[in-house]
C-alpha cells in the first residue's frame, strides 16, 4: 500500500464570512461547526484510518499564520509539517510546492489535497470514498470528488462525469464548468450527470509534476527554483521568497484539470468518485446557517442571543447581547469591533463591504481587535488620541522580543502572574498589583517565566502608534517584522 500524505491547502481569506473571517486571520482558523476551527477539523478528518499507511499532513499556508496554524496542531495532538508561501498564488503553485516537498526523501506518495475551510459531516463515508481514490491514485489517475447536487446553486463550479469507470458510480471526467448562471444550473441538474466541484484530489506527487510541467511548465520551474532555494526551519519549510514571487497565479482546475477533461497530449485519465457526505464550503452565511443545527422556527443562534417572533435567522454574538424582535431571513454577526446586518439572500455581497473597508484603508477588513502571535495574544481594549490601552496575555514560557520603540512610552501592569521585565540594562520581575515603565526609545523585552499565562495592561501613550513602530534586536520566533 502506497504512503498517503494529507495535503492541506491553507491560503483562503472567507472574506464573505466578514466580520468573523478577516484577512490576518480567515475563516479555516474559526471553530465554525463545533469546537475545532475548520482547519483542524479538516487535520482529524484522517483519523481511523488504520489500514491506510498514514503520513503527518503538510498544511500549506501563508507564512504570516504559521504560528496559529502550527499551535492549533498542537492542540489536538497533531504533529505536522507546515510549507510557508510568501504570498498567495492560487491552488496549482501550492500543490506544486506541496508536490516537491513530499518527494524531497525520494518517495512518491499520494497526496489527498483537502482545502482547510470546508466542512465534511459524514466522516466516515468520506473515508470510504479516499480508500476507493486510493486504487484509482495508485494506478496513476488524477481522482477528484463530486458532490451530488440538491439545488441549481450558482456560486459553485460543476464536474461533468463521463464514461463509468466502475459499477459504484465512478466515472471518467468529461468536463469541468465554470459557475454557472442560473438556467444553466437548472440544466445541469435536470441532467444528472454532473456533480458540484468539491475542491478535492487524490494523485500521486509525481503525477501532478508530470501534469503541471505538461501544462503549466512555466509554474513548475518557478516552483522548483522556489524550493530547490528554500530552506527547512524545523517543521517550518520556507520557500525562497523571491524565486517564488516570479511564479504565476493559477487554479488546480484551469491549469491542469481542465485539460485532463479534454484528453490532451499524455496527461494521466481524470476521475470523479462521487460524494454524499454532507459537504459544503461555508463560503458564506448562508451556507454556514445551512449546516448548523436549528431551531423549531429555523433560527441558529450562538453567543448571548435573544430572539422574539423570529424566523430563519442566524444571529451570532462575541461580545454583547444581540436581540431581534420580528425579522425573518435575516444574518446578524457581532464581534467587539464590527458589526453585520444583512438578509439571508444578499450574503454573497458581504465580500463588497470587506472590498470598501480596504479601500478606505480601515483595519476592520484586515484584524480582528483581538490579535494572536506566537508568546500569546493581545487585545485593544481602547485608543484615543496619543494613547492606546491593550490587554496583553503571554503564553508560560513565552517572551516577547527584544524590542525598541522610537514613538511611544508603555506603562505596563501585571494583572495575573509574575512578568520579567528586560529595560535596557536592567531585568527586574514585576508581581501582580505591580507596574513598570518602559520610556520611548528604551530597549525593553517582556517574558513569562512561570507555568500559568501572564495577563497584564499595556498603557501606550505617543505621537505614533502603530504597528510598525517596532524595531526588533532578538526575536525567538525569527520575526523580522509585524
Known amino acids: 500500500m502506497s504512503l498517503l500524505i494529507p495535503v492541506v ?27 475545532d476551527s475548520l482547519l483542524q477539523a479538516t487535520v482529524r478528518r484522517m483519523e481511523g484510518l488504520a489500514d491506510i499507511e498514514l503520513g503527518a499532513p503538510l498544511v500549506v499556508c501563508n507564512e504570516e499564520y504559521r504560528f496559529v496554524i502550527a499551535e492549533q496542531l498542537r492542540l489536538i495532538g497533531m504533529k505536522g509539517t507546515l510549507l510557508l508561501e510568501p504570498a498567495g498564488r492560487n491552488t496549482a503553485p501550492a500543490l506544486t510546492l506541496a508536490a516537491l ?102 494523485l500521486r506527487a509525481s503525477v501532478w509534476l508530470s501534469a503541471i510541467g505538461f501544462c ?50 499524455s496527461l494521466p485519465i481524470g476521475a470523479v468518485i462521487p460524494l454524499s457526505a454532507g459537504w459544503s464550503d461555508v463560503g458564506a452565511w448562508d451556507s454556514l446557517w445551512e449546516v448548523l443545527p436549528k431551531d423549531q422556527r429555523g433560527n441558529v443562534s450562538q453567543g448571548d442571543v435573544m430572539l422574539h417572533d423570529c424566523n430563519n435567522m442566524l444571529v451570532m454574538s462575541e461580545d454583547r447581547l444581540v436581540a431581534c424582535v420580528g425579522v425573518d431571513d435575516m444574518v446578524v454577526v457581532e464581534t467587539p469591533d464590527a458589526i453585520l446586518v444583512a438578509h439571508m439572500s444578499r450574503t454573497q455581497d458581504v465580500k463588497k463591504i470587506v472590498d470598501s473597508l480596504k479601500r478606505e484603508g480601515r483595519p476592520e477588513g484586515q484584524l480582528h481587535r483581538k490579535v494572536f502571535r506566537p508568546w500569546g495574544w ?16 503571554v503564553k508560560p514560557g513565552a517572551a516577547l522580543s527584544l524590542q525598541m ?19 535596557g540594562d536592567a531585568s ?22 512561570g507555568c500559568l499565562p501572564l495577563e497584564m495592561i499595556e498603557v501606550q501613550s505617543g505621537s505614533y502608534l502603530g504597528e510598525d513602530d517596532i524595531v526588533r534586536f532578538e526575536d525567538v520566533y525569527g520575526r523580522k517584522e509585524g
Not at 524531497?104 to 497526496?111: A, C, K, T
Not at 527586574?428 to 517565566?449: A, C, D, K, Q, W
Open 101 to 202: 516537498a513530499t518527494m524531497r526523501e525520494g518517495g512518491d506518495p499520494i497526496l489527498l489535497v483537502m482545502p482547510a475551510d470546508h466542512v465534511i459531516a459524514d466522516t466516515k463515508c468520506f473515508q470510504a470514498a479516499v480508500r476507493k481514490g486510493m486504487t484509482l491514485a495508485a494506478e496513476g489517475a488524477v481522482v477528484t470528488f463530486g458532490i451530488k447536487p440538491d439545488s441549481p446553486e450558482t456560486g459553485y463550479g460543476y464536474i461533468q462525469s463521463g464514461d463509468p469507470i466502475d459499477p459504484d458510480g465512478t466515472c471518467r471526467i468529461a468536463r469541468f464548468v465554470e459557475k454557472p448562471d442560473l438556467a444553466t444550473a437548472e440544466a445541469y441538474l435536470d441532467a444528472g450527470s454532473y456533480f458540484w466541484n468539491s475542491g478535492l484530489f487524490m
Open 428 to 449: 527586574y520581575l514585576v508581581s501582580e498589583n505591580e507596574s513598570t515603565f518602559i520610556p520611548l526609545g528604551t530597549r525593553h523585552r517582556l517574558e513569562n517565566p
Open 216 to 265: 503549466r511548465p512555466d509554474i513548475l520551474a518557478a516552483c522548483r527554483a522556489a524550493w530547490d532555494k528554500g530552506s527547512i526551519d524545523g517543521d517550518f519549510l520556507r520557500v525562497n521568497r523571491e524565486a517564488f514571487m516570479q511564479c504565476p497565479s493559477d487554479s488546480i482546475d484551469y491549469a491542469v484539470m481542465e485539460r485532463i477533461a479534454a484528453g490532451e497530449g
Open 378 to 393: 493581545y487585545d485593544g481594549v481602547d485608543a484615543g488620541e496619543r494613547f492606546q490601552v491593550k490587554r496583553i496575555v
Open 405 to 423: 520603540h522610537h514613538h511611544r512610552a508603555e506603562h505596563w501592569i501585571v494583572v495575573r502572574g509574575t512578568a520579567q521585565v528586560t529595560r
Open 9 to 35: 491547502l491553507s491560503g483562503g481569506s472567507g472574506t464573505r464570512l466578514w466580520p468573523l473571517s478577516r484577512e490576518k486571520y480567515p475563516k479555516q482558523l474559526l471553530p465554525l461547526i463545533g469546537e
